[in-house]
């Protein structure tokens, strides 16, 4: 007589990642799973912070790999910040940027994946500027942003070791104290929350390219602000 098999070792091990593929729900927006790409900015951009075929490529293969939520690396949002980039980010300052970045959102959308725009208005004491002569916009003036190779993180020291221009990796440059017209400057820092906020709605799907012949009035800025 063929023996039972017995319960204990048919019955599946619960695994730790049991949620990993189901969906979750984050304010609006639901992914497909809890898998998320981590901002990491892959220097695809192009010189003018804006959008580049090799980049769309890369996210689109990520999103194509499954990943539920997608984020793009740091996106400066102001004109000031994008002055102070670790060699190349993407800008996001003005309306020529959304173009490219609509495209990318689209791409990332095509295979199911949901896109997500890191915003910064500056990288402070942690500026580089291919210009040494520009004094770093920070909270605090004098106040260089300094790394030994003892503290560069995980593997990167040789590769830091080689390099015959360590200023940009190494160093940052002098800074300067942001004047308070600066800090508070309406102009800048709406831009930069009516632009996450344009880009968030794009990626939503409820926003398409309509909005950029009105992007400089301010009465569709402060609308948009408050949605
Ligand atoms: C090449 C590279 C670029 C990165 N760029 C960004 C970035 O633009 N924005 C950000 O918040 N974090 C950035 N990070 C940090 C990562 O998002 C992440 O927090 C870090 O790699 C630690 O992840 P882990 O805890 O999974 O190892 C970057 C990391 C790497 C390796």
């Known amino acids: 007589m063929a023996q039972k098999k017995s319960k204990k070792t048919s019955r599946k091990k619960p695994s730790t990642f049991s949620n990993l593929l189901s ?37 689109a293969a990520r999103a194509k790999g499954g990943a539920g939520l997608i984020s793009t690396g740091a996106i400066m949002g102001t004109r000031q910040a994008s002055l102070f980039v670790w060699t190349r980010n993407l800008y996001c300052y003005h309306p020529g940027h959304l173009q490219g970045l609509t495209l990318l959102a689209d791409r990332i959308h095509y295979f199911g994946s949901k896109a997500c725009a890191q915003m910064t208005i500056g990288f402070g004491r942690q500026g580089h500027s291919y210009d040494h002569s520009l004094l770093a916009p ?13 503290k560069a993180p995980n593997g990167m020291a040789p590769v830091l070791n080689m390099t015959e221009y ?62």
Do not use: H
């Open 23 to 59: 969906p979750i729900t984050i304010g609006p927006v639901e992914l497909k799973n809890r898998i998320s790409l981590a901002p990491m900015n892959e220097t695809f951009s192009g010189v003018d912070g804006e959008t580049t075929d090799q980049m769309i490529s890369y996210f």
């Open 166 to 227: 360590p200023r940009g990796t190494l160093a940052g440059q002098m800074t300067r104290a942001m004047t308070i017209d600066e800090i508070c400057s309406v102009l800048d820092m709406q831009l930069a929350v009516v632009q996450t906020k344009l880009f968030t709605l794009q990626i939503e799907g409820k926003v398409k390219q309509n909005f950029a012949g009105s992007w400089e009035r301010e009465d569709t800025r402060r609308e948009l602000w408050k949605r």
């Open 138 to 150: 920070a909270p605090t003036a004098g106040l260089p942003y300094e790394l030994t190779l003892e």
